[in-house]
C-alpha cells in the first residue's frame, strides 16, 4: 500500500519519467504505436470502474453551464490567442491558436481522475469536445488564417465510440455482475492508470523523439514557451468556472490543458509548415509535466 500511495502522490514523476524512457528507446514508439487505442482504451475501462455513473447523468443535466464551457474553451479561447499573439512568429502564432482550438484529449478524464477532479464532468466535457471541434477548428482557421482546415467528422465520431463508448460498457457489466472484484482491487486502478499513461507517453514520445533532437537549437526556447502556454490555458480552465467547487474547477481545468495534440500533431503535418509541427510534438512534455501543478492549485488557489 505503501508503493502505491507514492505512485498516486508522486504520479506526475512517473509521467516525466515516461518521457524520458521516450529519448532512451525510441523504437517503443514503432513497437507500440500501433496498440495507442488499446491502451487508451484500457486506461479509460479503469476510470469507469471507479466512476459513479449517477453522477454523470446529473452533469449531462447542466446543458447552460456545459455550453458557457464549451463556448469559452473551443471558441473564446482560440480568438483571445489570435489576438494575444498578435506580434509573434507566425509560426509560434498559429500553433498557439491550434493549441487552444484541440478538443480534450481521450486520457483527459483519466488524468482528471488522477488529480481527484470531477471525473464525470470531465467526460461529458470530453464527449462534447469531439462533436464539436469538426465545426470549431475549420470556421477559426478558416477566419484567422485563410486556411481550410479537413476534419473528418466520420473518423472522430468512430474514435470517440471506440475510445469511450466500448470502455464504458464494458466497465458498467463488470461493475454489474463483479461488484465484489471491484472492491477488492479499487485500491490499485488509480496507480495502475499512472503507469499506463507513463507508457503512452513514452510511446508517444519515442515515436517522435528522432525529430526532437535533430531540432536542438530551437528546442529549449520552444519549450518554455510552451510551458507558459499550458500554464495560462490551466488557469484559464480553472478560473473561467471560478463560482464551482475545486473538483469542478480542475476538471474543466483538465479539459482544457490536456487536449488531443495527436490530433494536433496531423493537423500540422497536413496543413502548416514543419515548425508547426515540431511545435505540436513538443507539446507533449508540458502535457506531460503540468499536471504536477494541481496539487499547487489545490493548496494555495480558491
Same mark, same amino acid.
Not at 504520479?11 to 513497437?31: A, D, K, N, T
Not at 468512430?158 to 470502455?167: D, E, G, K, S
Not at 471560478?242 to 495527436?262: G, R
Given at each position: ?40 482504451? =484500457?486506461? $479509460?475501462? %479503469? &476510470?469507469? +470502474? ?5 453522477? *454523470?447523468? /446529473?452533469?449531462?443535466?447542466?446543458? #447552460? ?55 464525470? =464532468?470531465? $467526460?461529458? %466535457? &470530453?464527449? +462534447? ?5 469538426? *465545426?470549431? /477548428?475549420?470556421?477559426?482557421?478558416? #477566419? ?159
Amino acid at each position: 500500500m505503501k508503493v502505491l500511495a507514492f505512485i498516486e502522490e508522486k504520479f506526475w514523476l512517473f509521467l516525466v519519467f515516461g518521457i524520458i524512457l521516450g529519448f532512451m528507446f525510441p523504437r517503443s514508439g514503432e513497437i507500440f504505436g500501433d496498440h495507442l487505442m488499446l491502451i487508451l482504451m =484500457l486506461i $479509460l475501462f %479503469l &476510470t469507469f +470502474l471507479r466512476m459513479d455513473f449517477s453522477e *454523470l447523468v /446529473i452533469q449531462a443535466r447542466r446543458p #447552460v453551464l456545459l455550453s458557457y464551457i464549451l463556448v469559452g474553451q473551443l471558441v473564446i479561447m482560440p480568438v483571445l490567442c489570435y489576438f494575444l499573439t498578435w506580434s509573434m512568429d507566425p509560426d509560434i502564432r498559429i500553433s498557439i491558436v491550434l493549441l487552444a482550438a484541440l478538443p480534450a484529449g481521450t486520457a483527459a478524464p483519466a488524468l482528471t481522475e488522477i488529480v481527484n477532479g470531477r471525473t464525470t =464532468l470531465s $467526460l461529458v %466535457l &470530453t464527449v +462534447l469536445n469531439y462533436l464539436l471541434v469538426p *465545426l470549431t /477548428i475549420p470556421l477559426l482557421f478558416y #477566419v484567422f488564417f485563410s486556411t481550410w482546415v479537413q476534419i473528418d467528422y466520420l473518423k472522430l465520431f468512430t474514435q470517440l465510440l471506440l475510445f469511450i463508448l466500448i470502455p464504458m460498457i464494458c466497465a458498467r457489466l463488470v461493475r454489474r455482475f463483479t461488484n465484489r472484484f471491484i472492491e477488492k482491487w479499487n485500491p490499485f486502478f488509480k496507480s495502475a492508470m499512472v503507469i499506463l499513461i507513463a507508457f503512452v507517453i513514452m510511446v508517444i514520445i519515442g515515436q517522435e523523439a528522432d525529430y526532437i533532437l535533430t531540432h536542438p537549437s530551437e528546442m529549449i526556447i520552444l519549450v518554455g514557451i510552451l510551458f507558459v502556454v499550458f500554464f495560462l490555458f490551466q488557469i484559464a480552465g480553472y478560473f473561467m468556472v471560478f463560482w464551482l467547487d475545486q473538483d469542478d474547477k480542475i476538471a474543466v481545468s483538465v479539459t482544457k490543458s490536456a487536449m488531443n495534440n495527436v490530433l494536433g500533431i496531423v493537423l500540422a503535418v497536413s496543413f502548416f509548415s514543419p515548425k508547426v509541427a515540431l511545435i505540436m510534438v513538443l507539446s507533449e512534455v508540458p502535457w506531460d509535466v503540468m499536471p504536477a501543478f494541481y496539487k499547487l492549485y489545490r493548496r494555495y488557489l480558491p
